[in-house]
């Protein structure tokens, strides 16, 4: 049964530092996986998706990175600002029309 | 291009009464999930819907159940609410077409709350 782990629960960090965001499952028999961020009682926005052949992918400030054998994914958010602040969230999908397995969300804050 | 809708966006019903939510994809995408989020269990997979068939289920009871037309619009029920019902449901659409890797949008939500 996969189970897709998000350490940590929490963090906050100074304006301009960059986010570092970890994701791992443990079964690496995946199809894709992808990210996304949540506002405070809002749905998801989708950031990136990575498919299961892919190193990494990046949009503007954001760089997404998988090792489907060590069955980890991070999350780079470069330069954060305080707008980034919200709970991402880490999904994996076994099949291409398979459910979307999540991790509980890392809760960033982004002090200005 | 207009994202997903949920319709309504609040509700607030008592113990043992149904409910039935309602969700309009992107234009275009045939498959449509659902999605329960609570503090406790975070997201969990109710079900989804691919040309009007049910394709796959989560670990729901019977009491929550879904259907998809044909124009792709999606409606789930919840029959005899029990507090524990009260949650976030979240709809997500994919278009399933090659090289989009079936990407899923989803939409802004409908926070039940059960009294």
């Known amino acids: 049964k996969q189970e897709v782990t998000q350490i940590p629960a929490a963090l906050s960090v100074p304006e301009g530092e960059n986010l570092v965001l970890n994701c791992s499952f443990t079964?690496?028999?995946?199809?894709?996986l992808q990210w996304f961020r949540q506002d405070p009682g809002k749905g998801l926005t989708s950031l990136l998706l990575?498919?299961?052949?892919?190193r990494e992918q990046t949009s503007g400030r954001l760089n997404a990175s998988l090792d489907k054998s060590s069955g980890r994914s991070t999350l780079y958010i470069a330069a954060s600002q305080p707008g980034d602040s919200a709970t991402y969230l880490c999904?994996?999908?076994?099949?291409?029309?398979?459910?979307?397995?999540f991790g509980a969300g890392t809760q960033v804050v982004v002090t200005p | 291009k207009a994202g997903v809708t949920q319709t309504p966006r609040y509700l607030i019903k008592t113990r043992g009464q149904q409910v039935t939510l309602s969700c309009s994809p992107i234009?275009?995408?045939?498959?449509v999930s659902w999605y329960q989020q609570t503090p406790g269990q975070g997201l969990q997979f109710l079900f989804e819907?691919?040309?009007?068939?049910?394709?796959n289920k989560g670990n729901f009871p019977g009491r929550f159940s879904g259907r998809q037309f044909s124009n792709s619009r999606s409606e789930m029920n919840v029959s005899t609410l029990e507090l524990g019902d009260s949650a976030l449901y979240l709809c997500?659409?994919?278009?399933?077409?090659?090289?989009?890797?079936?990407?899923?949008?989803f939409g802004p939500g409908t926070r039940l709350t059960v009294l």
């Open positions: 997500a659409s994919s278009l399933e077409a090659e090289m989009t890797y079936n990407e899923q949008f």
């Open positions: 079964d690496s028999a995946i199809y894709n």
């Open positions: 990575i498919q299961s052949s892919q």
């Open positions: 999904a994996v999908r076994r099949t291409s029309w398979g459910k979307l397995q």
């Open positions: 234009s275009g995408h045939r498959s």
């Open positions: 819907y691919f040309s009007e068939t049910q394709r």
